[in-house]
């Protein structure tokens, strides 16, 4: 991976020397490693997120055989995974707890976040806005060493004894009290990821409000612009109460306190000597304050990248700016009093739930106010079916389905029956992974003319696109019918040893050929990352003839200080097609009227 | 660094009003706001859910925590009169002050050392009781931040006022956003004293 990233930032260094004179000379370390430059942040970021990605897929897959084939030898592999993992290649049940912690944990927080937040939002939101980089360039560059360091802390825990954390990506309380070592790495790694994200919150949103263009006000803001805007204010205000939790579970699992441990609670048939007076219920108040604006943290990225492919590739302006700007905003303040729809099984009580019933409903009706107003932005467009289109495109449909689907959870009623059975597992991967991968490998094929100076194949990338749709589906329908038919989540077995399970396993079955299905379906997309670095077409700088700054004013790649002068923003973001006007894209920057 | 120049680190921006270093301070201020209200509200829900709850004199010194209370209200008032200080080009007094403002968070600490080595002493742990455990969290969480404070301001009492004769304005702009990071640890201490203390 390392070797990509060198070749990436060549041609960066080769593009600046072309129109930056002034640019002073900095040595390998300082360019490609320990750079300032929100670019190269931004795809150091991208690449270990994908990294992270492709590693949590894996953790899923050896997990997926489980399920398939429950106590049966993993093939090939199987025998590397030790003898403490498991013995003869047949995986312990411990191990697919570890491995399910771990998967959630890494997707979340190491794979998602980074690559849409880190990745996507560092390189594009300064060129967006027409800044020269972020306001804190340092602090960017320390938000990424201390995301890499808390990846590599996780990563280390599956080798301390007892294995990584086993407790699930919630680490629930009482049990993650009293887990093994492994949990108290994943606490240290979570505090170093939450400061990394802490770090990056303030900067972009000083840098959007301080370092936007001369005429760019908000309400000239691309879509995306305001997606990373509101989501930096979710990171900044969500993640500090689960620090504070992590400090507390850290505490009771190191200096001996209760906070999460009730009196008389009996482990393994043995009442534990703690002093007791805590209350497990704390835990998952302060862990749902964080994780239910960290769902909108994952969705809203991906709705920013799609509104922008959208909206290039059907030259037309966007049905509704201003509606979708005002249910953004809206969607990140209700983020924050929804949390307990998690809670409905805890017995927390019917006026609390309904009261979290409630707001659940209200939230849905921002975001449909967004999925339809893309979709409606569809209507009679000549639209570009290029690879970033159909991602995009996939993205409606699959995060209507993930949004639906969720609507029986959200109401105190249905949530009882369908609570931590596969259905929640199907719902949230529908929403996560058809949804915003797709929007994130939407976004990979739009902005990499931009970031290398060369065009993806249009034609690896519909091998790619094609076989993912229907896996993704391949993979996650079959949970949705697991789960009705009461199959339960993070059952090592898949439900095997349950009678009533019987007539739903061969779910099991379908759901794990369709994820190796989805695994050989991403080679084409490997292989399309790195050959098109030195073999993709050369591009102009405004490859897809679009309206905003990071293609109508910068180089592709853009060099140092990205503009050659500070552009001036004269309109919205997205004047395409304007009656009269020469092209049919009226950059932001143009001068004089657009017709 | 590079020769590229970011704007608005020193002067503010004309729409906003605000140099860059002021939002970035506000808004980390915002998240410590929840970081602490996320454990003021675990206590709350704690002592609400426990069958006894000991008062804080019990356990407790309020005379030395009084004291406490004094000296870090002291070292804010010293802290805005080194501000000022460089306001006024004062820059012989603006070494004065902050000094006394490094030394009054030096005090609090070594008064907070006092306090944790008597209880230790006399065998009350965090693991004692759940009041204890709160009152330990969450008062070693302060003092990492008045020692953070403490740190960033010997940083501009010694080596980094050598700014202040190359950028009076860019140093003055930086002890003024310490300085709101001070007054904020000790505004997160007028609510422990009570809290924990009195209540």
Redesign the interface.
Known sequence: MGSTDMTNGRTVHAAEHGHDAHHEELGFWRTYVFSTDHKTIGIQYAITGMVFLLFGFCLMMLMRWQLAFPGRAIPLIGRLLGDARAPGGTMLPTFYNELGAMHGTIMVFMGIVPLAVGGFGNFVLPLQIGAPDMSFPRINMASYWFFFLGGVTMFSSFFVTGGAAQSGWTSYTPLADIATTGQTIWILGMVLLITSSLLGAINFITTTIQLRAKGLTFFRFPFFVWSQFVTAFLLLLAFPPLEAAAVLQLMDRVAGTSFFLPSGLVVSGQALQVSGGGNPLLWQHLFWFLAHPEVYVLILPAMGIVAEIIANNTRKPLWGYRSMVYSLIFLGFMSFIVWAHHMFMTGMGTRMASFFQTTTMIISIPSVVILTSLIISLWGGSIRFNTAMLFALAFLPMFGIGGLTGLPLGLNVTDIPLHDTYYVIGHFHYVVAPGTIFALFAGVYYWYPKATGRAMSETLGKWHFWPSLVCMNGVFLPMLFLGLAGVSRRLADGGATYQFAQGALHYNKASSFAAWGLAVAQIPFIVNFFWSLKHGAKTEPNHWHATTLEWAAAPSPPGHGNFKEPPVVTRGPYEYSVPGAATDFTPQNATGSAA | ?????????VHE?PD?G?T?GK??IW??L???V??????FA?YI??RV???TWPHGREYLNIRLATINTIVLITSSVTMVMAWASLKRDQFGRYRLYMGLTVLCGLGFLFIKYLEYSHKFETGL??????FL??Y??MTA?HGLHVLGGMVVNSYFWGPGAKLWQTDKEHFTNRVENAGLFWHFVDLVWIFLFPVLYLL
């Not at chain 2, 929840?34 to 454990?39: D, E, N, P, R, V």
């Open positions: 660094m590079s020769a590229m120049e970011i704007p608005y680190t921006r906003t605000l860059s939002i970035g808004l980390f915002a998240s410590e929840m970081l602490f209200g996320a454990l675990t829900l704690l859910g426990a069958v742990y965090p693991k004692t009781n759940t455990a709160i330990f969290t969480l």
